[in-house]
C-alpha cells in the first residue's frame, strides 16, 4: 500500500480523514483541512469523508436554530458552497456507534475529526423540575425545528409560561411561542409546528435572567428581533435595572453591551402597553428556586415558579437578597445552555460534556493522545461562543493533524470505495451530496403557492403563501426523497 511517508519511495496516496458531524464544525475543518498550505502548495493530497447521523448536512443550523432567525440564509448558503464543490463526499443517515465505529473508521481512514456537537440540554438542579409542563429548551427547538427523530406533537396548552436564561436560545423560544403563527409561514417550519402554534393560547411569555442587564448573554440582533413580532407587547420592571461598578465597566468597554443596554432602557421608558395579544416580560436579577405544582388532580403539574431575587455585588456578579417571588405559570422551559453527548469508544468529561483533549487531539484515560482522533467544536470545547469561535476550533484541530499527518497509523483499507462498501454490506441507507440538492429541490417546490388547509378541509392560515420551502421532517421520507436521487 502507498505510504504517506515522504520516505516511501511509492507514489504518495492522498491522507484519508473521516469527519463525523456535518454541522459547522465538521464543515469548517474540513474546508480548512482542503485549503491548508500542505494541501495547496502539494505537499499531499487529501480526501475527505463527512458523515451525519440526519440524512441532510448542516446539523444544528438545520436543527437548532429558531426558524425566522435572520442569519440562518447566510450560514447555510456558506456551508452550502463547501460542500457543492465536490472534494467532500457527504454520507448521511450513518449513525456512529451504531451503523459504523470507531474502530471501523480506523480501518478506513488515516484520521478522524469528531465534530458531534452538543445538543442535550443541560441539566437545572431545582426541585420540581422533573414536573409536567417543565421542558428543556433544546427539546423544543427541535420540535419546531422539524427534527425527524422526535415526536411531532407538543403540548401547547400553557397560557402562561416561564422561560429560565439570558442566551440567544431563550430569545428564540419566547419569540416562536409569541409570534403569531402566521407571521411564522414565510419561514420553512412544518405544517404539524403552524398548527400547534396557530392553536396555541399563550397570553404572557416570561424570560428570566439571573443577573442584571449589563450582564445577558444574547446579542444585540437577537435582542432587536423581539421588537419586530407582530401583536406582541415587550414588557420591563424597572426594579431590575440595577447596574455596579462592574456593569459600568462592561458598558463603557464593550459596544455589544452598550447597545443592548441602551435598546433596554429605552423600552423601559417607552410606553409598551399598546393592548397586544400577547406579552413578553424580560425580568433580570432572578435565580430560580423551585418549580411549583398545582393541587389535587394537577399536582403532578406545573402551576407556577418560585425565584429568590439577586443584588449585584459590585463586580458584575450577583448574590441572593432572601426575598421570594412566585410567578403563576403552567409551563416552564430551561434555556441554560447545551450538553454534548458521550462518544462511544472515547472517554467523556461529564462534568463540562466534553471529549478530553489538548488542542483537539483526543485524549485517552491516561491523558495521551489517541493516535489519528482529533475532535472540534462543541464536543471538544464545550456548547459555548459563536460560529467565529467555532472556526477557530476548526484550524487550531487541522493544524494539529497536520502536525502528525506522517505519524498517523496507516489504514487497512484507504480506498475510497472501502467505506461505501462496508455501509451497503450492513444495509445502511446512506445519503448523499446528490441526494441533498433532490431534497432540497423538494422542499422548496413544496414552498412554492403554499397554501395551508386543515385536514377536515377549512382554511386555518392566511391563504395562498408564498414560501422558501417547506421542511420534510420523517426520516423514512427524508430518506427515500434522498436515495430515489441517487443510482445505486
Not at 411561542?177 to 403552524?194: F, G, M, R
Request: include cysteine.
Amino acid at each position: 500500500m502507498p505510504s504517506l511517508t515522504p520516505s516511501d519511495s511509492s507514489t504518495p496516496r492522498p491522507l484519508r480523514v473521516a469527519v463525523v458531524g456535518a454541522g459547522p464544525a465538521g464543515i469548517y475543518a474540513s474546508d480548512l483541512l482542503t485549503k491548508s498550505r500542505e494541501v495547496r502548495d502539494g505537499d499531499l493530497g487529501v480526501s475527505i469523508d463527512i458523515f451525519d447521523r440526519y440524512p441532510s448536512p448542516y446539523g444544528l443550523i438545520r436543527y437548532g436554530v429558531a426558524p425566522d432567525h435572520p442569519r440562518i440564509k447566510g450560514i447555510v448558503n456558506a456551508l452550502h458552497r463547501v460542500l457543492d464543490r465536490g472534494d467532500i463526499r457527504f454520507l448521511g443517515n450513518v449513525e456512529f456507534g451504531r451503523d459504523i465505529d470507531l474502530e471501523d473508521l480506523k480501518s478506513l481512514y488515516d484520521a478522524v475529526i469528531f465534530a458531534t456537537g452538543a445538543v442535550q440540554d443541560a441539566e437545572l438542579s431545582i426541585p420540581g423540575i422533573e414536573l409536567e409542563g417543565s421542558f428543556g429548551a433544546a427539546d423544543f427547538v427541535s420540535w419546531y425545528d422539524g427534527h425527524p427523530d422526535v415526536s411531532r406533537e407538543w403540548p401547547l396548552q400553557a397560557r402562561e409560561v416561564a422561560i429560565i436564561g439570558n442566551g440567544n436560545v431563550a430569545l428564540d423560544v419566547a419569540r416562536v411561542l409569541s409570534k403569531d403563527a402566521d407571521d411564522l409561514l414565510t419561514t420553512e417550519i412544518p405544517d404539524n409546528v403552524y398548527r400547534g402554534l396557530k392553536s396555541s393560547p399563550v397570553t404572557d411569555v416570561h424570560i428570566f435572567g439571573r443577573r442584571g442587564p449589563a450582564q445577558v448573554k444574547f446579542t444585540p440582533l437577537e435582542l432587536r428581533e423581539l421588537s419586530h413580532s407582530r401583536g406582541v407587547d415587550i414588557v420591563l420592571y424597572p426594579e431590575d435595572f440595577e447596574f455596579d461598578e462592574g456593569s459600568d465597566d462592561q458598558i463603557r468597554s464593550n459596544n455589544q453591551t452598550k447597545t443592548m443596554v441602551n435598546t433596554l432602557t429605552n423600552w423601559l421608558v417607552e410606553e409598551q402597553d399598546s393592548g397586544a395579544p400577547r406579552r413578553l416580560h424580560l425580568h433580570f436579577l432572578h435565580s430560580p428556586v423551585e418549580v411549583l405544582s398545582g393541587e389535587g388532580d394537577d399536582s403532578g403539574r406545573v402551576a407556577g415558579i418560585r425565584f429568590e431575587r439577586n443584588e449585584l455585588d459590585g463586580s458584575g456578579g450577583v448574590r441572593g437578597t432572601g426575598e421570594y417571588i412566585e410567578y403563576a405559570v403552567q409551563a416552564v422551559y430551561r434555556a441554560v445552555g447545551y450538553f454534548g453527548s458521550e462518544i462511544p469508544g472515547l472517554g467523556f468529561d461529564s462534568a463540562r460534556g466534553v471529549v478530553p483533549n489538548a488542542a483537539g487531539r483526543v485524549l485517552d484515560a491516561d491523558g495521551e493522545p489517541v493516535p489519528g482522533v482529533y475532535a472540534t467544536g462543541w464536543i471538544k470545547r464545550g456548547p459555548v461562543g459563536l460560529i467565529g469561535h467555532t472556526k477557530g476550533d476548526a484550524l487550531e484541530t487541522v493544524g494539529c493533524l497536520l502536525e502528525d499527518r506522517f505519524n498517523l497509523p496507516l489504514p487497512s483499507d484507504p480506498s475510497e470505495g472501502a467505506v461505501t462498501s462496508l455501509l451497503d454490506s450492513r444495509d445502511v441507507e446512506y445519503t448523499t451530496w446528490e441526494g441533498w440538492q433532490k431534497l432540497d429541490a423538494h422542499e422548496q417546490s413544496l414552498g412554492e403557492n403554499y397554501r395551508h388547509v386543515d385536514p377536515d378541509g377549512a382554511d386555518d392560515g392566511p391563504g395562498r403563501v408564498q414560501r422558501e420551502r417547506v421542511k420534510v421532517v420523517p426520516r423514512e421520507d427524508l430518506v427515500r426523497i434522498s436515495r430515489a436521487s441517487t443510482d445505486r
